[in-house]
C-alpha cells in the first residue's frame, strides 16, 4: 500500500526517515553523476532504492531551488529534443563541503544502525 506524506511518496518508509537528508541525497546524486536534471533525479531514486522511495516534483524541485540558492549547485539549460531542459551540477567551489555533507550523513547513519542494531542481527 502507498502512502502520500508531504512531498514524497513512499512505499514502506516514514517521512520522518527521509527528512532533512532530501538535499544531501540530491549532493550524492550530483556527485556520482556529474550533471542531472530533476526528473532524472527522481528516477534514479526510485531505481537504487528499487522503489521504495518515490520523490515528487513537488519535493525535488524545491530542494534543488535551496541548494541552488545556497550556492552548492549551479544550474545551466539546455536544448533536448526541443525543449528546455535545466541541469543541475556541484559547484567546484563547494565540493569540499558537499563531500563533508554526505560523510557527515553516513557517519549519522552508522551510528544509528548500531543504535537500532547494536547485536548486528
Do not use: D, W
Amino acid at each position: 500500500m502507498h502512502k502520500l506524506f508531504g512531498y514524497y511518496y513512499i512505499m514502506n518508509t516514514n517521512k520522518e526517515f527521509l527528512s532533512g537528508t532530501l538535499r544531501t541525497i540530491i549532493l550524492a546524486l550530483l556527485k556520482e553523476n556529474g550533471r542531472m536534471y530533476g526528473y532524472e533525479i527522481c528516477q534514479m531514486t526510485k531505481e537504487l532504492t528499487k522503489g521504495e522511495v518515490l520523490l515528487t516534483e513537488g519535493a525535488i524541485y524545491p530542494a534543488l531551488h535551496k541548494l541552488e540558492k545556497k550556492g552548492l549547485i549551479q544550474s545551466s539549460k539546455e536544448q533536448v529534443n526541443g525543449r528546455t531542459r535545466k541541469y543541475y551540477a556541484i559547484t567546484t567551489t563547494e565540493a569540499s563541503v558537499v563531500e563533508e555533507q554526505i560523510a557527515a550523513l553516513l557517519r549519522f547513519s552508522s551510528h544509528l544502525n548500531h543504535l537500532l542494531n547494536p547485536r548486528g542481527l
